[in-house]
Each structure stands twice: as C-alpha cells, then as structure tokens.
C-alpha cells in the first residue's frame, strides 16, 4: 500500500485537495503570498543543455568508435554537426548513446 493510499485512507477528507494544498498548510505561513497565491505555472527543464553538454565532453567516442570505424558514421559528418551543437545535440546523442551500449555490451577488439 503505497502513501497515497495510506493518506487517503488515514486523512479521507483532506486527500481531495492534493499534496500542493498539504504544503502550503505546513509551510504557508513562512513563504510569502507572492509565492503561495500565484497561478500554477509549467517548469520546462534545460534538457537540450543537458545533452549538448553530454555530447561535447564525450564526442571522441563519436569520433573514434565503432560507428565511424564501420563506415556507419563520417568523423567528417560528425564534425560538421558539431560546428552548430545547439541545433544537432538531439542527433549526436542518438549515436552517442548506441556507441556506449555497444562498447558495453559488445566489447569489439
């Protein structure tokens, strides 16, 4: 039985409101009502930063690997991409990421 069930079980009248009105009964008094009475808004995490930088401190497995060393990839192709990262890390990571299950699960000599 997991906490939602126990608290809904447990507290079957204050379940309704969600966790959201739980937080702002224990910590409301501490936090400012700018913060408290604002509007719900969305969180978009930084992801292509994310992967970008994941791609440019790993691109020598790009460059050296099993993809480009079986003609699959161009190291050439792959520099050009890299020239604007921005717009290319999604693509780069698509490879990067089957280069390492390939150097983990198919160790080629």
Known sequence: MG??????LTYPD???FGYKHWLLEAIGDILPPEI???PKRGFTPPTTLWITE???SNREKL???FLVKQGILEKKYILET???IRSNSDFLYKPLVLE???SKYLPIS
């Open 14 to 16: 204050d379940y309704q």
């Open 100 to 102: 390492t299950w390939i």
């Open 3 to 8: 906490l939602a069930t126990v608290s809904c």
């Open 63 to 65: 460059f050296e690997g």
């Open 82 to 84: 890299l020239h604007d």
């Open 36 to 38: 408290t009475k604002r």
């Open 54 to 56: 994941v791609v440019l």
